[in-house]
């Protein structure tokens, strides 16, 4: 089961990018994102970070912005739990 992080970062996926209802929900650890989702271009990319931090209370350091973790739901997950821990 889905845990906050993750059900937060899926909605702000589908508020961003403006995906299809429940189309996040089919997201899994490899499902590719920067240069497989057509809507995540680099103008979204900004928009994106800036919303999690918005709306997960972080803040996104420019030298934490790596491609490898906007490659794969798994990789910003991981990055988005790891910034709400620390």
């Known amino acids: ?12 996926l589908t508020d961003v990018l403006g995906l299809k209802p ?4 089919t ?5 590719g994102l920067f240069g497989h989702l057509p809507e995540l271009d680099s103008m979204a990319v ?4 800036t919303e999690l931090e918005d709306r997960l209370d972080i803040i996104i350091e420019d030298d ?5 973790m906007l ?4 990789g ?7 910034k709400r821990g620390a």
């Not at 900004?46 to 970070?49: F, K, S, T, V």
């Not at 934490?64 to 490898?68: N, T």
């Not at 490659?71 to 798994?74: S, V």
């Open 27 to 31: 997201f899994d650890d490899d499902t």
């Open 71 to 74: 490659e794969t739901y798994g």
């Open 22 to 25: 429940g189309q996040a929900d």
């Open 76 to 82: 910003l997950l991981a990055f988005v739990e790891a």
């Open 46 to 49: 900004a928009d994106l970070l």
């Open 64 to 68: 934490e912005i790596e491609g490898e």
């Open 1 to 12: 089961m889905p845990d906050q992080t993750d059900l937060l970062l899926r909605r702000i």
